[in-house]
C-alpha cells in the first residue's frame, strides 16, 4: 500500500481517526455498505473503550489487551464467525493507520494471530511457500490436470465439489471468449461477472442437472467464488480442448483417458494431484496427510495464505463454504464490494 499524500509528519495530529480511516477508504473506491460496516463496528470499539477503561480515551490509546477485552466481550453475543469478522475490521483499520503513518503500531495484529482458528492449523503439516506451489503447477502441462490443480489451489473447494461442477455453474464475461462452445450460466450468477457457483445441494445417490451424483458436496451454504485473470486463462486453455459430454448436465471436468466424456470422480483427482506430487518428492506411499501433498492439502493451502494475506478469517469462512447463518448476508448481499474485491486484491499467482 502507498503511503498516504497528505503530510505524514502530521498525521499524528489527527483528531478523529474513525473518519480519518473512513474518509481514506471512500477515496480508495470502498462502497457505501462497506464504509457503513468499519463505521460502525468501530464506533462500537471505540464506546466500549470509554466506558470499560478510565484510562483510554480511544482508538488512538488502545493496546493489545484492550483490543483482547472487547473481543472477549463479544463472546456469547454473537457467532464466533461475526467475532472474527469484527476483529478483521479492526485489524484492518489498525493496520492502515500504522501503515500511513497515523499510529505507531497495530495492536490488533498478536491478537489475530491468537485468536482459535477451527479450521486446519496442524504445525506439522508440510510448509509449501507460494514460489515452490508455482514452480510446482509450472510442471504440470496436461491443460485438464492443470485445470484442476489450479481450480482447487485458487478456490479452496473440495474434490467432491470440483467434481460436480457443471458448466453452468461457470461464469466467463471479461475479455474475448473465442471458443467453440456456448452455455448459459446459472440464475445464481447474474451481476456476478467471471465466478464459479459452488452449491450445497448435490450429495451422492441424489439428481441434479438432470445426472445422479457419484460425489458429496459438503458446504454449508452456497458460495459464489470469484474467477481471477489466472484461473480464467487457466479454465480457457481447457475448454478449448474440453471433449463433448456424455452427460446431459455438461460437467464442466471430463476425464480424457479410459472414460473419455464422462465426469471426473474424485479418483481421478486424487490421481492427478498424486502423480504429481510423487514427481515433485511431495507424496510417498505410508507419508500420511501431515507429509504428502494431496487435493485436501490444496484446501489448506488456500486457507492458510489467503487468511495471512487478508486478515479477513470471515471471507475465507465464506468462500470455504463454513461461514455461519448470522454473517451469510453481509457476503451475499455485499460480494461485489467485500467478497470479490477483497479475494482479487489478496489472491496469491500460481502460475508464471
Known amino acids: 500500500m502507498a503511503t ?4 505524514v509528519e502530521a498525521a499524528t495530529d489527527v483528531a ?12 480508495h473506491g470502498k462502497s457505501e455498505r462497506t464504509l457503513e460496516a468499519y463505521d460502525r463496528v468501530l464506533h462500537q470499539f471505540e464506546e466500549f473503550l ?3 477503561f478510565d484510562d483510554v480515551d480511544g482508538v488512538r490509546d488502545a493496546e493489545r489487551r484492550e483490543c483482547m477485552a472487547w473481543i472477549h466481550s463479544l463472546r456469547g453475543e454473537f457467532e464466533p464467525s461475526t467475532i472474527a469478522t469484527y476483529a478483521s475490521y479492526l485489524n484492518r483499520f489498525y493496520d492502515y493507520m500504522n501503515r500511513v503513518g497515523v499510529f505507531d503500531d497495530n495492536p490488533m495484529a498478536l491478537v489475530m494471530e491468537e485468536m482459535s482458528e477451527s479450521i486446519d ?10 514460489p515452490e506451489m508455482r514452480s510446482f503447477v509450472g510442471s504440470i502441462t496436461h491443460p485438464l490436470e492443470r485445470a484442476v490443480v489450479v ?11 470440483l467434481c460436480n461442477l457443471d458448466l453452468r455453474d461457470l461464469r466467463l464475461d471479461s475479455g474475448t471468449v473465442e471458443l467453440d462452445l456456448e452455455w448459459t450460466p446459472r440464475v445464481q450468477l447474474d451481476r456476478r461477472p467471471d465466478s464459479l457457483f459452488v452449491s450445497a445441494d448435490p450429495s451422492r445417490g441424489t439428481t441434479i442437472n438432470g445426472e445422479e ?26 475448454l478449448a480442448i474440453r471433449p463433448d459430454p456424455i452427460s446431459e448436465a455438461r460437467p464442466l471436468f471430463l476425464d480424457t483417458g479410459d472414460s473419455w466424456g464422462q465426469r471426473l470422480e474424485p479418483s481421478d483427482v486424487r490421481y492427478i494431484v498424486k502423480k504429481h506430487a510423487e ?17 485436501h492439502y490444496f484446501r489448506h493451502f488456500f486457507t492458510t495464505h489467503l487468511r ?15 461461514v455461519a447463518s448470522d454473517v451469510i448476508d453481509t457476503y451475499t448481499h455485499n460480494w461485489g464490494d467485500r467478497v470479490r474485491e477483497t479475494y482479487l486484491e489478496h489472491i496469491y499467482a500460481v502460475t508464471s
Open 213 to 238: 451424483r457419484t460425489a458429496s458436496n459438503k458446504r454449508k451454504r452456497d458460495t459464489v467464488v470469484p474467477v481471477d485473470a489466472e484461473l480464467r486463462r487457466v479454465l480457457l486453455e481447457w
Open 4 to 7: 498516504d499524500p497528505r503530510d
Open 50 to 52: 470509554r466506558e470499560r
Open 121 to 130: 492449523t496442524d504445525p506439522t503439516r508440510r510448509d509449501v511457500s507460494v
Open 279 to 295: 514427481d515433485r518428492g511431495w507424496y510417498r506411499k505410508g507419508g500420511g496427510t501431515t507429509e504428502n501433498v494431496t487435493p
Open 151 to 161: 481450480t482447487l489451489l485458487k478456490t479452496g473447494m473440495r474434490v467432491g465439489e
Open 16 to 27: 478523529e481517526p474513525i473518519e480519518y480511516f473512513l474518509d481514506d477508504q471512500r477515496y
Open 308 to 322: 495471512d494475506r487478508t486478515g479477513d478469517r470471515g471471507i475465507v469462512q465464506y468462500l470455504r463454504g463454513d
